[in-house]
């Protein structure tokens, strides 16, 4: 198993421009969720799914969409992006009945 | 709300000292807690879940209630234990939200040899 993939490891975008995060996870895990993680604020969540087709905000969901039309991929899109999204985001899945998230290994954005 | 608090950003330890990285958390219902940590450059992995009180590479936490805390100790720090260390708490609705966790802000743990 692959385990969570994420791509790209790093991208760097203009301001309002828009972009897609990549997740993709081959455990057939029910939840997948969003994070981002900036200096000095930890993790924070962005949005969750409990399953295909289900979709929930999380903490700080403005400026972010996702979609879960498959159980394997949770894609994550930046609409217009601005530079207050640069942050690593993190991708995780978690089995149904289980409480340990297995992480992706994150994609670095910078946003100028 | 709930809400996980890591009071030291950074802490650092000699190799054989004892190590305390300290959580408090403010939650409504009946908490699900747990420690992740990430070495560098390797992913965000689960170190520890209050639930199973185990111990994992040496490091134990126990859950609080009345104090509101879940405190992770080790006994004698090594090298190998400096990482990137987070509380986190599960959101409310047990099972139906194992998809939702609340970090602390993390704390960066030195052990120096």
């Known amino acids: 198993n692959a385990g969570v993939t994420q791509t790209p490891k790093f991208q760097v975008l203009k301001t309002g421009q828009s972009m897609t995060l990549q997740c993709a996870q081959d455990?057939?895990?029910?939840?997948m969720s969003w994070y981002r993680q900036d200096p000095g604020m930890g993790l924070r969540l962005i949005h969750y799914?409990?399953?295909?087709?289900?979709?929930d905000q999380g903490e700080v969901p403005n400026g972010y969409n996702v979609s879960r039309s498959t159980t394997e991929d949770f894609p994550l899109r930046l609409l217009s992006a601005a530079p207050s999204q640069t942050s690593v985001y993190f991708c995780?899945?978690?089995?149904?009945?289980?409480?340990?998230?297995?992480f992706g290994p994150g994609t670095r954005l910078t946003v100028l | 709300a709930q809400r996980v608090t890591q009071p030291e950003k950074l802490l650092s330890v000699f190799k054989g000292a004892p190590v305390e990285l300290k959580c408090n958390y403010s939650?409504?219902?009946?908490?699900?807690l747990f420690w992740y940590v990430q070495y560098s450059r390797q992913r965000l992995q689960l170190l520890l879940r209050?639930?199973s009180r185990e111990s994992i590479k040496g490091f134990t936490a126990d859950l609080n209630k009345g104090e509101t805390s879940f405190h992770l100790k080790k006994p004698f720090a090594q090298e190998e234990d400096s990482a990137m260390y987070y509380c986190?708490?599960?959101?409310?609705?047990?099972?139906?939200?194992?998809?939702?966790?609340?970090f602390g802000r993390g704390t960066q743990l030195t052990v120096w040899p």
């Open positions: 986190a708490l599960s959101g409310p609705g047990g099972g139906s939200t194992l998809g939702r966790l609340y």
């Open positions: 799914s409990v399953g295909a087709g289900i979709t």
């Open positions: 455990m057939n895990h029910e939840y």
């Open positions: 939650y409504s219902g009946s908490p699900e």
């Open positions: 209050h639930i």
């Open positions: 995780a899945s978690t089995p149904h009945g289980a409480d340990t998230q297995y």
